[in-house]
Every structure is written in C-alpha cells, then in structure tokens.
C-alpha cells in the first residue's frame, strides 16, 4: 500500500501530490506496517552513501564464509539507493559464491540459503522487514524508527 509520509492517508501511485496535505512524499507499507520504499521524500537518505535517492528501498543482503568445520554468517539490511543496491548484491553474492562452500554446513544450508536472499533481494523486500529493522508506519504518529538489533 502507498501512504502519504506526511499526513499517512492512502495515496494512488499515479499522483503527483497528496490530495489533503499536498506532500509529494510517499512511503510504500508492507501487511505488516513496516515501510519498504520511500519515494520523493527528500529527508530520507541512503542508508548506505548517506546520499538521497529516489526510491529508497528495504532491501535484506545476507553473505557466508564457509571456514572448513564453522562457518560465518553476515547479514546488511537498509534503505539503499539503486546504484548501493547494485553494488550490495555484487558484493554480497561475489563472496558468498568465492567464498562460502568452504564449510560443512555452509556447503549444504547457509550459502545456497544466502544466494536465495540475495537474488530475492532483486525484486522484493525481505518478508518481515521489522525483523531486519524497517521503520513501522505508527497510525496517528507517523513514522517511528524501530530501535531492535538487526539479526545476525
């Protein structure tokens, strides 16, 4: 669903502006309230080059190292820009294919596992981004960031 930044009326794609409050910012909200998009909200930074981009979007980056009997396991979740979500996916998925079958476990579950989130991560935010730390559209209050540690 696509809400006003501003006043969280529904809003239509298609709009250039909010029929009641006259913001052009808008935040795309998953089923479970949590904001996955921002778009034409200039506030709103990259979580990565700290530059504005339009859209933002939640996106879930997940890489392993596989290190023969262990293995470790690093996750990166934000708001990035289209040229840090790129960049991102590379990175991510360049060392977990280099580097994750190193390990037992990492070999049959965690690398296969981290490739699926990765080129999930292509079209869709993760399925619950507050896990991840998105922001949750709070009703009557605007926005609220969500202050819980990102899993690891």
């Keep these: 669903m696509i809400v006003c930044s501003e006043c969280r009326t529904e809003a239509s794609p ?6 009641r409050c006259g913001s052009t910012a808008r ?5 479970r309230n949590a904001v996955v998009a921002w778009m034409g909200d200039p506030s709103q930074r990259c979580s990565e080059c700290a530059r ?3 859209p933002l979007l939640f996106r879930r980056y997940r890489r392993v190292v596989g ?3 262990v ?3 690093h996750n990166r979740a934000g708001y990035f820009c289209q040229a840090c979500r790129k960049r991102l996916f590379k990175q991510h998925i360049g060392l977990t294919v280099l ?5 037992v476990f990492a070999l049959l579950l965690r690398n296969p596992y981290a490739i699926a ?3 999930k991560t292509l079209w869709a935010p993760p399925r619950n981004a507050k896990k991840y730390g998105a922001v949750m559209m709070v009703e009557g209050a605007g926005v609220e960031p969500d202050l819980a540690p990102v899993a690891q």
């Design 117 to 119: 989130v990765n080129l």
């Design 67 to 69: 290190m023969v009997i």
């Design 52 to 54: 504005h981009g339009d």
């Design 99 to 103: 580097l994750g079958w190193w390990g």
């Design 14 to 19: 298609s709009d250039e502006a909010c029929h």
């Design 71 to 73: 293995d470790t396991v």
């Design 27 to 31: 935040a795309e909200v998953d089923d």
